[in-house]
């Protein structure tokens, strides 16, 4: 075991107390768990019943921070697709007239064509983006809720040790 005692924990993680572990420090203690024996999970879980807020609290703040990021994305993309269409429109107009040649409409399409193209590589970065914020959303909550598990678990083996021996009420 690497961490003998719940004070050589607390000394790992750069705490005074268990009221000190910030949502940054909770992810290398749940790191440092499989390193500490039985006894001091349970020592460090009575005086730790407030992880369930903590980890809701650290995924509210993830969830929050992403649906920030979307909305902001979607009011860029909002405004970059009102642009486009806006450049098409004026492009639309300038090829509706009939003093044009030959070459200054040749222009006129390939220009609207280059802004579909950039329009479409506009929604693909989004889409990877999204893609990419949704897969750390998922991270998170999956490490809040394997977090959650270990201390339950290490919690029920607790009381299942207690259980075999002899009762309270002896």
């Known amino acids: 075991m690497d961490h003998e005692d719940e004070a ?7 705490i005074r107390s268990w009221r000190n572990l910030s949502k940054e420090k909770v992810v ?11 006894e001091v999970r349970l020592k460090i879980i009575e005086q730790f019943p407030a992880f369930k807020d903590l980890a809701k609290g650290s995924v509210d703040a993830v969830r929050q921070a ?6 902001a994305n979607e ?5 970059f697709h009102r642009a486009s269409q806006q450049q098409r429109d004026a492009l639309k107009t300038d090829l509706d007239r009939d003093d ?14 280059e802004n579909v193209q950039q329009e479409y590589r506009k929604d693909s ?4 983006f999204l893609e990419a914020g949704l897969r750390t959303v998922a991270v998170g909550a999956g490490a809040a809720l394997a977090l959650g598990a270990a201390f339950v678990g290490v919690k029920v083996l607790g009381e299942a040790k207690d259980g075999s021996g002899d009762s309270p009420g002896s």
Request: cysteine-free; overall charge positive; proline content about 2%.
């Open 8 to 14: 050589e924990l607390k000394r790992a993680l750069g």
């Open 28 to 38: 290398r203690f749940a790191a440092a768990i499989p390193d500490v024996g039985t």
């Open 66 to 71: 992403h649906q920030s990021t979307v909305d």
């Open 75 to 79: 009011t860029s993309q909002d405004h």
């Open 100 to 113: 044009l040649s030959w070459e200054q409409r040749q222009v006129l399409h390939e220009r609207y064509r």
């Open 125 to 128: 970065e989004s889409k990877k």
